[in-house]
């Protein structure tokens, strides 16, 4: 398992096998990637899972803009997942086209899903979103009814929009057997005075759930996050801006949909290019930059030397 410069574990594979999507979420980052063609053909993204196994990749999550777009999304995920070594196959969607893909998915190999909802009001969700509220709410029962489990319900949290849906998202949460993650805005792709409006630190949510957990615990591979047990709901509390713990504890590795490995999420200027190498089938040369992406990374938020 290869250690970046920094002695931190890289295990976690992202890949964006898309930067389109059928929806317009006004906070959308698309995994820092601005590129709309998409270069990654399912054999060449088995191809990389394998590679990176090699060095110690035992999760993989797709990601996108929207994976579900992609019309070969379930051959990818029947080819990733038939590379031994992977522990985890995870995917984040909107879940808008899920409902008919969760039983093939699951068929393939997919194991779980995180699903982006910004809200559970239906007027407030086409506020931000631009689609309707309905089809995701029923992917979401499709993903549990299939055992794309434990299904993470991602609020991204949103100042004078969702900032007051908690219990909805407990109470949601509980009805359906779902996980949620409350994740804090983070500024990437969005017009600074838009971010500053929306974005809100998460401490007044971790207040509320403190009183009333029955416990909790700090999840240490994954960047040192806070979960709490609710009883009949669980709820997982994602603050990465400025807070050194979350990089310090950071495990992930990113390939963008235009064939490049990307270190850090917060940056462009450090991606190590294998389009060539993919086009040529040169093997050696995309193995050479995933070494390269990996000894490139470093903590985003370092802490303030003295």
Same mark, same amino acid.
């Given at each position: 398992?290869?250690?970046?410069?920094?002695?931190?574990?890289?295990?976690?594979?992202?890949?964006?096998?898309?930067?389109?999507?059928?929806?317009?979420?006004?906070?959308?980052?698309?995994?820092?990637?601005?590129?709309?063609?998409?270069?990654?053909?399912?054999?060449?993204?088995?191809?990389?899972?394998?590679?990176?196994?090699?060095?110690?990749?035992?999760?993989?999550?797709?990601?996108?803009?929207?994976? *579900?777009?992609?019309?070969?999304?379930? !051959?990818?995920?029947?080819?990733?997942?038939?590379? =031994?070594?992977? =522990?985890?196959?995870?995917?984040?969607?909107?879940?808008?086209?899920?409902?008919? *893909?969760?039983?093939?998915?699951?068929?393939?190999?997919?194991?779980?899903?995180?699903?982006?909802?910004? +809200?559970?009001?239906?007027?407030?969700?086409?506020?931000?979103?631009?689609? #309707?509220?309905?089809?995701? @709410? %029923?992917?979401?029962? +499709?993903?549990?009814?299939?055992?794309?489990?434990?299904?993470?319900?991602?609020?991204?949290?949103?100042?004078?929009?969702?900032?007051?849906?908690?219990?909805? $998202?407990?109470?949601?949460?509980?009805?359906?057997?779902?996980?949620? =993650?409350?994740?804090?805005? !983070?500024?990437?792709?969005?017009?600074?005075?838009?971010?500053?409006?929306?974005?809100?630190?998460?401490?007044?949510?971790? %207040?509320?759930?403190?009183?009333?957990?029955?416990?909790?615990?700090?999840?240490?591979?994954?960047?040192?996050?806070?979960? $709490?047990? @609710?009883?009949?709901?669980?709820? !997982?509390?994602?603050?990465?801006?400025?807070?050194?713990?979350?990089?310090?504890?950071?495990?992930?590795?990113?390939?963008?949909?235009?064939?490049?490995?990307?270190?850090?999420?917060?940056?462009?200027?450090?991606?190590?290019?294998?389009?060539?190498?993919?086009?040529?089938?040169?093997? +050696?040369?995309? @193995?050479?930059? $995933?070494? #390269?992406?990996?000894?490139? %990374?470093?903590?985003?938020?370092?802490?303030?030397?003295?």
């Amino acid at each position: 398992m290869l250690l970046d410069s920094y002695g931190r574990l890289t295990y976690n594979l992202r890949i964006s096998v898309t930067s389109k999507c059928n929806l317009n979420c006004i906070f959308c980052h698309k995994e820092g990637n601005d590129v709309l063609e998409d270069k990654l053909t399912p054999e060449i993204i088995e191809e990389i899972v394998r590679i990176a196994t090699s060095y110690g990749v035992r999760k993989v999550k797709i990601t996108g803009g929207e994976p *579900l777009i992609r019309k070969d999304i379930v !051959e990818i995920v029947n080819r990733v997942a038939s590379v =031994q070594c992977i =522990q985890e196959l995870s995917m984040v969607t909107n879940a808008s086209l899920l409902e008919p *893909l969760a039983e093939p998915l699951k068929k393939a190999g997919l194991d779980r899903v995180n699903i982006n909802i910004p +809200s559970l009001d239906p007027h407030r969700y086409y506020k931000v979103t631009k689609g #309707k509220l309905e089809p995701v @709410l %029923r992917g979401v029962r +499709s993903a549990v009814k299939h055992g794309l489990t434990p299904v993470k319900i991602n609020m991204v949290l949103l100042k004078g929009i969702n900032d007051d849906e908690l219990d909805d $998202y407990i109470k949601f949460s509980s009805e359906v057997n779902a996980q949620i =993650q409350v994740i804090e805005l !983070e500024p990437i792709r969005i017009k600074s005075e838009l971010y500053d409006k929306m974005h809100i630190e998460p401490f007044s949510i971790e %207040r509320i759930l403190e009183d009333r957990a029955l416990r909790s615990w700090v999840r240490e591979s994954m960047h040192k996050r806070k979960v $709490y047990d @609710l009883g009949n709901s669980t709820v !997982e509390v994602v603050h990465p801006v400025d807070n050194t713990e979350f990089c310090a504890f950071c495990n992930r590795i990113r390939l963008t949909n235009d064939g490049a490995f990307k270190p850090c999420l917060m940056r462009n200027d450090n991606k190590v290019y294998i389009s060539d190498a993919i086009a040529k089938g040169d093997h +050696s040369k995309v @193995l050479k930059a $995933y070494v #390269k992406s990996v000894m490139n %990374r470093e903590p985003y938020f370092k802490p303030c030397s003295n």
